[in-house]
């Protein structure tokens, strides 16, 4: 019997087998739930793509799931658009109340993701079977195809990748998905049968491009307080990269960017999961929700983990961490605990000449379920555990640590005691050598002294051996102190991407000491040098206000000084 949540532990059903489900989402219909994903069996790894089928889980509990086997299997028919060769993700299933059926959506695809269709199922019970009807390509919208298009959109209609199903309380289902070779996500209303998008297409009213020219993958949708929220991921194949949080007042936008609900460093990557879905906690108070994602095991798709996160609407927002464990409990409202103390000490690798990080630790404070640590008053990380190692402070700088408990239901504990640590003297240092406390990058993670496909940084013709790579959007911080004086960089578009633009700043302690011009790949690098004498936040950005494709912005030889 499973009686607590364990994100990213193998989670097992009831004959006591791992459950396949992936890229899933649940159906609430009559005293139980329904689980729905891809069975990833035979997937073993990522370059072999043979689908088993969709599976279906019925609980009663959400915790313990009875695996009510295939509900859609692949074909044997070589020319299926479902055969075992083929690609089929991110099933999902809304029951329709007019005609009594369970109808299912998926993202159809085969050689190399560039068939992008949808694949419609529809069945009369919630186990299955289910029976493909449809299989489409998403509303013919001309957005400047390009030429030659991989995917020929012009001919097919435009591209259907990552998708969902949101169901309004009006009754209106709607399909959220990728299009346009994955530039921009798309949200149409769905027929009143749920099987076929909503026809004539006509652009703000049956449909709309939500999120464009950001590359965004995993849309999840969720409503709360008559608004719209979508989670959604960047796009760097089965690699995890970080989340972001959009609010509109209807499915069709205006969505506006909320920002990454993560925490600290382990942001850059979601704490390794991508999401899938979304649900409302059943008995728990309005506003407590759970966020289900995928930790994608690259090289043994099988072995992909689930990980499921409470989290809590607050001032039309929220912000995820990541919890080894916790149960429905966790939503039942206290009042905010007390503050901890906390203690911090270096760590060393093998020599007391030679520290590689800090170590946090605090003492267990009652009604507390996780912990969130502040350096200099910046959140630098959060756990449900006793202790917390981060990377080491830049040299010479004095950071102070503190922490605060947190209930998830009852608000935050005032600060604990301050523990300030260092190491070192200020000195003149490279960026890239240090960790940031804070990061998050268009495509992935932030590189270091490297590009992305093992190039060294090329801005005009020279390569540098110094630098952060770190693509467009993208948002760096780091705590300097108030220890150094200057900061200096060399910034460009990586040339061998020659479409590469964007705009770089630099911020300080919350105010712009630093904007570019429109940066291009084609154009000779930006040297710049800027005064920092006392401020304690550095925050590099990059950012293109049309598109983050194929733009890398690069930070070279990026060094501060006392
Ligand atoms: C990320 C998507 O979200 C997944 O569903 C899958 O399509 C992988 N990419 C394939 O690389």
Known sequence: MNT?????????????????????????????????????????????????????YRSTDLLNWK???????????????????????????????????????????????????AGIAVADRPEGPFNLVRVQRS?????????????????????????NLFLDDDGQG????????????????????????????????????AILNKVREAPTPFKYEGQYYLFSSGCTFWDPNYTLLARAPHPFGPW?????????????????????????????????????????????????????????????????????????????????PVAPTIRGSLRYDNSVFNPVGVRL?????????????????????????????????????????????????????PDSNAVPLRFGKPRRTHLSDHAPVRAFAGFGEILSDRAWDGEALRLGTTDYAKGLFAHVDSDISYLSGGAYARFTATIGLHAPRPAGHAFFSV????????????????????????PITGVRHLRLRAWNPDTIGD????WAEVEIAP
């Open 507 to 530: 911020e300080a302690d919350g105010k712009t000491i630093f904007t570019s011009p429109l940066l291009r790949a084609t154009e000779a690098p930006l040297k710049i040098d800027l």
């Open 4 to 56: 607590s949540f364990t994100p990213g532990e193998r989670w097992l059903d009831t004959d006591g087998q791992p459950i396949q489900a992936h890229g899933g989402a649940l159906l609430r219909h009559g005293d139980a739930w329904y689980w729905y994903g891809e069975d990833k069996t035979a997937h073993i790894n990522s370059k072999v793509t043979t689908v088993t089928g969709v599976s279906c």
């Open 67 to 117: 695996n009510c086997g295939l509900c859609l299997t692949a074909s044997d028919d070589p020319a299926s658009p479902i055969h075992s060769s083929k690609i089929v993700e991110r099933p999902k299933v809304l029951f329709n109340a007019l005609t009594g059926k369970f109808v299912m959506w998926m993202h159809l695809d085969e050689n190399g993701y560039m068939f992008s269709r």
């Open 551 to 554: 733009c890398h912005a690069v």
């Open 174 to 209: 709607y399909v959220f998905h990728v299009s346009e070779n994955l530039l921009t996500v798309y949200v149409s209303k769905l027929t009143p049968d749920f099987t076929d998008f909503l026809r004539p297409a006509q652009i703000g009213i049956t449909w709309n491009r």
């Open 361 to 413: 630790a605090w003492d267990a404070v009652p009604g507390a379920d996780g912990y969130r640590v502040y350096a200099d008053g910046f959140a630098v990380g959060f756990s449900d555990a006793l202790t917390l190692d981060l990377p080491l402070p830049l040299p010479g700088v004095v950071q102070t640590y503190t922490v605060r408990a947190e209930a998830l239901a009852g608000g935050s504990s």
């Open 256 to 336: 506006e960017n909320l920002g990454d609900p993560f925490t600290g460093a382990g942001a850059v990557h979601s704490h390794h999961t991508q999401p899938t879905s979304v649900f409302a906690m059943p008995g728990a108070p309005a506003g407590s929700f759970v966020f289900m994602a995928d930790r994608w095991m690259p090289k043994e798709l099988r072995d992909t983990r689930h990980v499921w996160l409470p989290f809590v609407m607050r001032d039309g927002t929220t912000q995820l961490d990541f919890r080894h464990h916790w149960d429905a409990s966790i939503f039942t409202p206290k009042p905010a």
């Open 139 to 163: 509303i013919a919208h001309d957005y400047g195809y390009p030429s030659p298009d991989p995917r020929n959109q012009r001919e097919h209609g435009n591209a259907y990748l990552d998708m």
